[in-house]
């Protein structure tokens, strides 16, 4: 199967600094690559859906200064948690589909972001 | 958008035994997917099944499209096999985004 990476895996930062974190499809070109978040024992849900070349689409209740989407490439998608708190630590995971909607979607190894 | 339901919640298996967990969907699908969350939160592909029946290894799947569910069968059950299963289907009135279930959480006691 196509091979998505995440990185960093983990990452201890101290409120109000930004961390980012990086999407790489290794081995497809990903026009559009998905960001979720997960809560412990709780399901994935969907933050943002990034488009390369142009603006992500976030979903409702997720605030778009907070959590900056940048689709660069056909092969990278980053996330850049600005200004953190406590409140953003959490796990986040992306993802990306070999082509269309229907196509099977890969995901990357998650990054267990902790504010401190 | 479609709502995507598993049960059960929790299960808990002896080593050796066989299961079944089922995932409900709300509506008409041309893509069902199966993942298995490992201990460290990797989300590894289990099945991409819309519909009929796949086979890996002791894992097996079954997608009843025209009656809106996907099975996931563990035969023989390893400790390995423990960790959270989740299945998705797309949304497509919401741009095709995946819809997860709630998950299932397995441990496998040796």
């Known amino acids: 199967g196509a091979v998505v990476s995440q990185h960093p895996s983990r990452v201890i930062c101290k409120s109000g600094t930004s961390v980012k974190i990086e999407c790489r499809s290794l081995d497809f070109q990903a026009t559009t690559m998905f960001w979720y978040r997960q809560f412990p024992k709780k399901s994935l849900m969907l933050m943002a859906t990034s488009n390369e070349g142009s603006k992500a689409t976030y979903e409702q209740g997720v605030e778009k200064d907070k959590f900056l989407i940048n689709h660069a490439s056909l092969t990278l998608s980053t996330l850049t948690v600005t200004s953190a708190h406590p409140e953003d630590s959490s796990f986040y995971i992306c993802s990306a589909r070999l082509s269309g909607v229907n196509t099977e979607a890969f995901f990357g190894q998650g990054t267990r972001l902790t504010v401190v | 958008g479609i709502q995507v339901e598993q049960s059960p919640p929790d299960l808990i298996l002896q080593e050796g035994a066989n299961s079944t967990l089922r995932c409900n969907f709300s509506?008409?699908?041309?893509?069902l997917q199966w993942f298995h969350q490992n201990p460290w939160g990797q989300l590894i592909n289990l099945f991409y099944i819309p519909s009929g029946t796949k086979q890996n290894g002791r894992l097996s799947a079954t997608t009843v499209a025209t009656e809106r569910y996907s099975l996931l069968y563990i035969s023989s059950s390893q400790t390995t096999d423990s960790g959270v299963y989740f299945c998705a289907a797309p949304s497509y009135n919401q741009g095709g985004k995946l819809i997860f279930g709630q998950g299932t959480e397995l441990s496998v006691k040796p």
């Open positions: 509506d008409s699908v041309n893509n």
